[in-house]
Every structure is written in structure tokens, then in C-alpha cells.
DNA sequence: AGGTATTCACATGAAACTATTCTCTGAGTTAGG
DNA sequence: TAACTCAGAGAATAGTTTCATGTGAATACCTGT
């Protein structure tokens, strides 16, 4: 019988009644136009054009916020500088691409060099050599023919916020240890103060041009998101108004692209689990609330179990605190006025030993978790502010900043790993 | 009253430490000739 | 004697701890009127 069921699920399926293409939407996809962006991909194609001449360029940067199309765009220079040059064949170019923000990448000068002799066809070890034999193995290789070769550093701004400035440094000043090849970088930053923060120094050895992605406006997300739903989706399905409502919440979202696009994919999917045969304007807000609960939870189960403990304690507190509050103002005025009342480091602290003491787990520090805090606070999990109460010391202010539904349920998981162990 | 000086309770910084991962090297061991 | 194993030295990283210094403003303490 159950087999029954499930057939009809599969079937259900199969007949697909919303998507043609589903992966037009996924962000990983290429479209093989970029609208709104043909500014930037001229002024790249002529920064970087001398490059086919076999000459060096400037070195280029561009900023602009996230799903601003500013890693597409240098992608699709990169393609057709690598046609051209194929075409004439006169040097030998190499452009690679490196996201340096890629989990097991990200934070060290070592690991980048690494997965940039990886992607040139050399190996080094994950760890055990000193980082300035990793350097001069890059050196050796790139040196080994001549070419000419742009490393284009996706999200570099992480990077030289962890590690240093010295990073940039170094690879400028590579240009004057080879021989044979030249390189040139392009570095992409979301940080527009990225460069400001740079030691002048580097940033004149730097010798850079620079390019803004402006985030797009609601108009242009449009655009894009129609372009790109004629295509992933059935005709007739979407109805009126949905391609706007995405374009809006986006471009509040600072004209984020892929937010867009990942609004309207996930709308689809609801409307196909949900057998609707049209994407409603509904399915576009319930998409907005699970982006935003996913990407929370997902946070949060990820953290090492003595930053859920921190967050734990944050979460029960601010309960605590509430219910008192609520509490007094039913006793003075009867009113049920839900004010988030604000809790502060040392609660939290004293909170937390407890907690580890209960569950046998050795407590950290107040001085690390002063700092997990602030980093809760930079996952926007939490707010917090320092505030100074005079004589009673100077502390931070913490508020939680999830909607109650999802305390809830980062609660569950914290509670599941808690009982787990 | 008005102006300094204190003081609280942490914040913030820097450095040092720990555990873990991984390479590389050379000494010791082994097996086969 | 070549091949193999295995311990130890070094490097690098993440996550802390230790030690030191900084800090905003309510309060305490003066001062002179």
C-alpha cells in the first residue's frame, strides 16, 4: 500500500509543474549574459587588455557588496582574454582564480600559496614546511617558463584582515624576483574601505586601479531575475507581482543578486512541495523567513559546543530576564509589554561556569568568552554595545537579535548536543 | 555648586602556551643475497 | 646492503590562557563661595 504512496509522490514529482531548469537559479550558474554590468566589464577588458600584448598591467581591485556581480563579471573577462590569447598565441597567459574565503583556505598566507601551486600543477604539504619554502616553490614554478599570469583573489579583504598586510606585500614583490614571467593581481573585496586599512606602503607598491560594483537597484534586479526565470521556470507559472517582490527584498538587502536569486529558487521549491501550481506572492516571504532561519540555525549548529554553551546561556538569560520584566510591569501597569531586556557579560559569565560545571565541561575563560561574545555579535546572532554603568564598572550590553521561533529551535540543537555528550 | 579624582567591572591587546597535524631526517631494524 | 620502520625535530594552526593596560561615567571627595 505504502508503496502506493510513494508512487504517487515520485509522480507528483516527475510531472514537475514549476521548474524547466532549475539550476539557472542555483548561484553557482554562469548566465551567459551579465546585465547591468557592461560599465565594469569594459573598464576591466581594458585594464587588463595590454595583457595580450604580453605586457604587465596595473594591478586591479574591485569592490562592491556581495551578489553585486563583480566575480561573474571578472569571470567572464577572464574567458575571453583566454580565447584571445589562445587565438594569437604569441605568450603564454595563465589566469587562475582563487577565492580565498573557501572554508579551508581562508585564514593563512601558507594555505593560499598552497592552493595556488595546487592550482599551477605543483604540490606542497598541508603543514610542515616552513611558509618561505612554500614562497620560493611558487616562485620556481611560475618561473619555470615564461608567462604571464593574473591571480584574481576573490574576497581578499577576509584575508588580509586575518592574516596582514604583508601578504599583499609579498606578492607585489614577487614581480621582481622572477625572471621570466610577470604576474599581475586582481583582488576582490566586498570591504569598499578595504584598501584604507592597507599600510600605505603596500598599497603604493600596489600601483592599483580600482573599479566600484554599485549594488543594483531594485530596476536591475528585475531585470535579471525575469531574464533568468524565463528560462528556469515553466511559462504561466509565476504569477503577477512575484519577480518584483523578490527584486525589492534584494534590494534592500544592499541589491544583493543572489540573494534574489536564491529567493526566487527557494519559492519555487515551496510552491513545488506545497503542489501549488503557481508561485504566490506568500511562497516569496515564506522563502525570505527560511533563508533567514536557515542560515541562522546552520550558524549555530555549527559552532564548537563551548560557543553553544556562551549562546545557551545568552538565550536562557534573556528568558529569565523577560519574565521578570514582564512580570513588574504586570504588577505596576498590567500591560504585557514585551521588551527585550538587555543582560550583560558578567551575568552571562557566571551563567556559563555554572552550566559547565553541570555538565562536567571545563570552563573557558572570562577573557575568551568576552571574545565569543563579540563574535556572536559579529554573526549578528546577538546585539551587542558597550556601555559604562559609572561606578558599576563598564560592560557589554547584550540583546539577542533572532526571532523568538528560531531561539527555540537553536535551543533544541543546543540542548540535543548537550544531552548528546 | 562646581570641579577633580576614584573606582568599578569589565574591555581590549599582546604574548605565550598547548595540542594537533604534518613533513623530513636519520638511526636502527630487517630480510634477502 | 637496500628497504623499511619509527622516533624525534621542526613548522604551522587553532584555540586558549596569562599578564597588562585601557576606559566611560556614576560616585566620592574637595574647594571655594
Do not use: W
Not at 168 to 177: A, D, I, P
Not at 287 to 313: C, G, H, R, W
Amino acid at each position: 500500500m505504502i508503496n502506493l504512496e510513494i508512487e504517487q509522490i515520485f509522480d507528483s514529482f516527475d510531472k514537475n509543474t514549476i521548474f524547466k531548469d532549475k539550476s539557472l537559479l542555483q548561484s553557482n550558474h554562469k548566465p551567459e549574459e551579465i546585465l547591468h554590468r557592461r560599465q565594469q566589464i569594459k573598464q576591466i577588458a581594458s585594464i587588463l587588455a595590454p595583457i595580450l600584448r604580453g605586457e604587465k598591467t596595473s594591478n586591479l581591485f574591485l569592490y562592491g557588496k556581495t551578489g553585486s556581480g563583480k566575480t561573474l563579471s571578472v569571470q567572464y573577462v577572464q574567458e575571453q582574454l583566454l580565447k584571445r590569447a589562445k587565438e594569437n598565441n604569441k605568450y603564454k597567459l595563465r589566469i587562475e582564480y582563487l577565492n580565498c574565503k573557501l572554508k579551508k583556505i581562508s585564514d593563512t598566507e601558507y594555505r593560499i600559496l598552497a592552493e595556488l601551486i595546487k592550482k599551477m600543477g605543483g604540490s606542497v604539504p598541508d603543514t610542515g614546511l616552513p611558509t618561505q619554502a612554500v614562497y620560493s616553490k611558487f616562485i620556481e614554478i611560475i618561473d619555470s617558463e615564461k608567462q604571464l599570469i593574473v591571480l584574481i583573489l576573490d574576497e581578499i579583504d577576509q584575508t588580509v584582515k586575518k592574516i596582514s598586510s604583508d601578504f599583499l606585500y609579498n606578492l607585489t614583490r614577487m614581480n621582481s624576483e622572477l625572471s621570466k614571467s610577470q604576474i599581475c593581481i586582481v583582488g576582490i573585496s566586498n570591504d569598499l574601505t578595504f584598501l584604507d586599512q592597507v599600510d600605505p606602503r603596500v598599497k603604493s607598491s600596489l600601483s592599483e586601479e580600482e573599479i566600484v560594483f554599485p549594488p543594483y537597484n531594485a530596476l536591475q534586479l528585475k531585470d535579471i531575475l525575469n531574464n533568468r526565470a524565463k528560462l528556469a521556470f515553466k511559462e504561466g507559472i509565476i504569477e503577477e507581482g512575484v519577480v518584483e517582490k523578490c527584486a525589492a527584498f534584494a534590494a534592500r538587502e544592499h541589491g544583493d543578486a543572489r540573494r534574489a536569486l536564491d529567493l526566487l529558487r527557494i519559492a519555487g521549491e515551496l510552491t513545488e512541495r506545497d503542489n501549488s501550481k503557481k508561485i504566490k506572492l506568500k511562497y516569496i516571504d515564506e522563502a525570505n523567513e527560511k533563508i533567514e532561519k536557515d542560515k541562522i540555525l546552520d550558524i549555530i549548529s555549527l559552532e564548537p559546543k563551548q560557543f553553544q554553551l556562551v549562546l545557551y546561556s545568552i538565550i536562557k538569560l534573556s528568558e529569565q530576564k523577560n519574565k521578570e520584566g514582564k512580570r513588574q510591569l504586570q504588577l505596576t501597569k498590567g500591560t504585557a509589554f514585551s521588551s527585550k531586556e538587555p543582560i550583560f557579560t558578567g551575568d552571562v559569565y557566571n551563567f556559563y561556569q555554572e552550566l559547565c560545571l553541570k555538565n562536567k565541561i571545563d570552563a573557558l575563560t572570562q577573557r575568551r568568552v568576552s571574545d565569543i561574545i563579540q563574535e556572536f555579535d559579529m554573526l549578528g546572532i546577538i546585539n551587542v554595545r558597550v556601555i559604562s554603568k559609572g561606578r558599576g564598572g563598564r560592560m557589554r550590553e547584550i540583546k539577542l537579535a533572532i526571532p523568538r521561533l528560531i531561539v527555540e529551535k537553536a535551543k533544541e540543537i543546543i540542548q540535543g548536543v548537550l544531552n548528546y555528550v
